[in-house]
């Protein structure tokens, strides 16, 4: 039995491993939707050690832990990163199966050269050797981006953001391109308590006084552009946890923005026709801009309240959800596709089993001449791992064009979170060498090859309009 990290991970096909050692393995990374912190980046700290890089921000991992019923001291508690990370490894033989096993080791091996599994009795001697790694190479932020060929990274922040420390890094010579996106929830979801509270910022930010349903557009209009001046970004995301489309007027949606602004109750039929305003109008706005608009569908967030009160929220205690219908979202990029402003999408559905139906639906709004202008994102959240990518690229490939895909992201607060992308390369090589080993596709090594490279890296480039430089 194999008792050290294998090379050939998920390469079970000869002609797989030969297409990703000769074509996928080495290209460089463009990582368009992830949630680092740009102050982070900006400050570029050294790590105290790999309890805080995997520890920190983890829910994947603080989700595991609790399943083992480990203390929450040791997962978001006041323990510090040492006694986490013994925690941590105490559980990590036990997870089989789970991508976290796998996710780990990649880190190991290609940010430390630790080929051994980690386990409860060797776990002080590989925390002593790589807290000694990363003060002897000064593994800092900018450091891991560096190290794993990062070309370009998307953060993700609020429309009332400033931006100061995208502003400071463009000023810095760095190896990686830093963009943002756009992600204006926080006008979408009427209903909390902040939200009349947070167009106040947004009208201090903008310089548009939001006295309307209109002016809020304008005021996002503003910032989309300042945004866009800025970072240079093409990227905006939207969250719809839950989405049914309702048809509405100008001066119903004026109405319930009103009373909303008031902070009084509204209707979950009047929530319904706001949020379609809402994503409609904005869908117009990304067009006018050239931004692309990422849906992230079907999260149920803060599923355990009790745990959200402890914790906080982001902190593991999301789940799916199947409440979000195509046919809400079908609407949505149909009434855009009438009005000749749908900007190039995509989609990211949470609920996996029904990935085919969602494929289905971003090919039928696919024309005017753009490549893929509608397109299933990569595997998100809960759907990120070998299982996963498969199941999409084997229940799409027929329905959607796998080649046409703008390929993997981490969707992570990590610094060395960037081997999801080696682990989709080689699933991805895998499934395009099975093919050729059972026959069903003989167009060639060169074909397969400008498939892998675009995949993996020139479809996201030429899609976004990022312009980044391979070399």
Request: glycine share 6%; charged share 25%; proline share 3%.
């Amino acid at each position: 039995m194999n008792t050290t990290f294998d090379e050939e991970l998920y390469l079970t096909s000869k002609t797989g491993r030969e297409l990703y050692h000769k074509y996928a393995e080495k290209l460089p990374i463009i990582d368009y939707h992830c949630h680092l912190q740009p102050s982070e980046i900006y400050e570029n700290k050294e790590f105290e050690d790999l309890g805080e890089m995997w520890l920190r921000g983890d829910h994947y991992k603080w989700r595991a832990m609790r399943t083992f019923g480990i203390d929450e001291k040791y997962i978001t508690g006041d323990a510090d990163y040492h006694d986490k990370y013994l925690a941590f490894a105490s559980i990590l033989p036990k997870l089989a199966g789970n991508p976290i096993y796998i996710w780990c080791a990649l880190e190991l091996k290609r940010y430390f050269g630790i080929d051994e599994a980690l386990s409860e009795e060797n776990a002080e001697e590989i925390y002593q050797k790589t807290k000694a790694m990363i003060s002897r190479e000064h593994m800092t932020r900018r450091w891991c981006m560096e190290h794993s060929n990062v070309k370009l990274v998307s953060t993700t922040e609020d429309p009332v953001d400033d931006l100061r420390y995208h502003i400071a890094l463009k000023k810095e010579k760095m190896f990686s391109r830093v963009v943002t996106a756009f992600r204006p929830d926080k006008a979408m979801f009427l209903s909390q308590d902040t939200f009349s509270a947070y167009l106040d910022q947004l009208a201090d930010v903008s310089g548009v006084s939001v006295i309307s349903f209109e002016t809020m557009l304008d005021a996002l209009e503003a910032r989309l552009r300042f945004f866009q001046e800025t970072t240079g970004t093409t990227v905006s995301d939207d969250g719809i946890p839950h989405f049914t489309w309702a048809d509405y007027t100008d001066t119903e949606i004026e109405t319930i923005f009103e009373k909303a602004r008031k902070n009084q109750t509204v209707s979950d039929h009047e929530k319904d026709q706001y949020q379609s305003a809402f994503l409609y109008e904005m869908g117009r706005r990304y067009s006018r801009t050239g931004y692309v608009m990422q849906l992230h569908i079907g999260t149920y967030l803060d599923a355990n309240t009790s745990g959200v009160d402890r914790t906080g929220h982001s902190t593991g205690f999301d789940c799916t959800d199947d409440q979000c219908s195509v046919t809400s979202v079908g609407e949505l990029l149909n009434r855009l596709t009438m009005a000749g402003e749908l900007p190039k999408t995509i989609l990211y559905p949470l609920d996996g089993s029904k990935i085919e139906t969602w494929a289905i639906l971003a090919a039928g709004f696919c024309d005017n001449g753009v490549k893929a202008k509608v397109q299933l994102g990569a595997p998100w959240w809960f759907n990120d791992q070998a299982y996963g990518i498969q199941r999409q690229f084997e229940a799409c490939a027929s329905l959607y064009p796998v080649s046409l895909s703008v390929g993997m992201l981490t969707d992570s607060r990590s610094f060395i979170s960037y081997p999801r992308h080696e682990l989709y390369r080689r699933v991805l090589c895998n499934y395009l060498g099975e093919l050729v080993d059972r026959g069903e596709y003989f167009s060639g090594e060169e074909a397969l090859k400008q498939v892998i490279e675009d995949v993996c890296f020139n479809n996201a480039n030429e899609f976004f309009g990022f312009h980044v430089d391979r070399k």
